[in-house]
């Protein structure tokens, strides 16, 4: 299953109306994939939503030293590819965030995303979180 940023602040913030859900759907999967991309986005909108910094940063370390989550640090090729795929549809108000998400979960065979973000489902994913 792919962590995507809205997954994740379900799962931090209690206050999220999908909170219950997220957590019980992060906590059955037997693995999670995330990267570093979608770990600036938590942050950045973890603080934005009012939340302590070191808990936001407390749960990017528990993503990192947990065994069932990887967390892929984008390199060149990645971000390229993401740039690509966004050139190509020009149509969608994708960030650069989800193009390289979207592509990284095409490399890894991923179809399930721990999501609220209905560009997940306009890209050909499964959005496992309504809004």
């Known amino acids: 299953m792919f962590l995507d940023t809205?997954?994740?602040?379900?799962?931090?913030?209690?206050r999220q109306?999908?909170?219950r859900d997220a957590v019980t759907l992060f906590t059955a999967a037997?693995?999670?994939v995330t990267h570093s991309g979608v770990v600036f986005e938590l942050v950045a909108?973890?603080?934005?939503r009012?939340?302590?910094r070191h808990a936001a940063l407390d749960f990017v370390d528990g993503l990192h030293t947990n065994p069932s989550i990887e967390v892929i640090h984008i390199e060149e090729q990645a971000y390229r590819e993401g740039l690509d795929l966004l050139r190509s549809h020009d149509d969608k108000?994708?960030?650069l965030c989800d193009a390289v998400s979207f592509e990284l979960m095409r490399d890894?065979?991923?179809f399930e995303a721990l999501t609220t973000d209905h560009h997940f489902e306009q890209a050909g994913?499964?959005?496992?979180?309504?809004?």
Do not use: N
């Not at 994913?125 to 809004?131: C, K, S, V």
């Open 108 to 110: 890894r065979h991923l």
């Open 45 to 48: 909108l973890a603080e934005s």
């Open 50 to 52: 009012g939340l302590l």
């Open 17 to 19: 109306p999908g909170h």
């Open 6 to 14: 809205s997954g994740l602040l379900g799962i931090l913030d209690r």
């Open 125 to 131: 994913f499964i959005r496992l979180l309504t809004p």
């Open 30 to 32: 037997p693995k999670g």
């Open 93 to 95: 108000a994708w960030s």
